[in-house]
């Protein structure tokens, strides 16, 4: 199978965003770079989303899953990506650690905020279907232009809302050589989720 299916989404809710509450570990310790409590809600309901029949044919199973690294400075991570992220989160690796562990994947974290040329020449070669957690502002700035391209996509998103944790953009190519379509998916899974375009509200 050649075609690929790439769907992105952001980090779930976090501390001072659009729902108030410090973040909070798994442990229910208090960490000022983990999920608030909606995020670890938002972050439970995309489990049952992705490749269910909940989720249906627009939200597939992913077969591999990335999320930014959540410890850039570690020596796992090259001093470029480290200096690029200046402020690490586990947000994007939490955010899809319970659908990695239903679908029984290990999340990739092989990049960090900051390499996401390398990430999108890796995801790219890829078949299936592969699922990206990232920081928004990233998305939008270097990860989804280079997906596209020079490809005039109608409805590509120019800017991320800060208030906005539900959007999934998910591109679609037949073949390697192939042109993407691009769609903006809005599931509606918690209450306040909205079905308008991912740009539409303040950064």
Known sequence: MDSLTLMIIRH???????????????KGEIDKKSLVIRGWQRAG??????????????????????????????DDVPADAA?????????????????ADRRKLVP????AVGQEGNLVKEITALSGVVLVCWE???????????????QALSG????????RFDVVLRFDRETPAGPW????????????DSRTPVDQGPE
């Open 45 to 74: 309901a995309w489990s049952a989303l992705f490749g269910t029949k909940f989720g249906g044919v627009d939200f597939p199973k992913p077969g591999a899953i990335y999320a930014a690294n959540p410890n850039p400075g570690s």
């Open 83 to 99: 200096e690029a992220n200046t402020e690490s989160s586990q947000r994007p690796f939490e955010t899809v650690t319970p659908l």
């Open 12 to 26: 779930a809710e976090k501390p001072k965003g659009a729902w108030p509450g410090p973040g909070l570990t798994t």
């Open 181 to 192: 379509s691009f769609r903006q998916l809005f599931p509606r899974l918690l209450s306040g």
């Open 136 to 150: 928004h502002k990233r998305i939008i700035s270097h990860i989804v232009p280079k997906i596209a391209g020079g």
């Open 156 to 163: 590509l998103p120019s800017k991320w809302s800060g208030q």
């Open 108 to 111: 990739v974290t092989t990049y």
